[in-house]
């Protein structure tokens, strides 16, 4: 590693960064690297939520006013 960073962390923030790097294995300093990496990575929202898609389906509208909104609103 090139750079040491030194950062403040309140005690919640730091137990909870302690047992997610005890779950999954790996060493705290690892596991920041692997969340900043990642917060950083420059990437599309589609790329950021395209997991997500056709994962929402909303009931149909029951009545007419809804039903009109949901035709004027409707996004492809």
């Known amino acids: 590693m090139e750079k040491t960073l030194t950062i403040r962390l309140d005690t919640e923030q730091q137990q909870k ?3 997610t790097a ?7 300093s690892v ?3 692997e ?20 994962r929402l389906s909303l009931p149909q509208p029951r009545d007419a006013w809804a039903r009109k909104i ?7």
């Open 17 to 19: 960064l302690d047992e």
């Open 22 to 28: 005890k779950m999954l294995g790996k060493s705290v």
């Open 31 to 33: 596991l920041v690297r």
């Open 35 to 54: 969340i900043l990496q990642e917060a950083l990575a420059q990437r599309s929202i589609g790329a950021k939520a395209g997991h997500l898609k056709g």
């Open 70 to 76: 949901k035709e004027r609103n409707w996004r492809e």
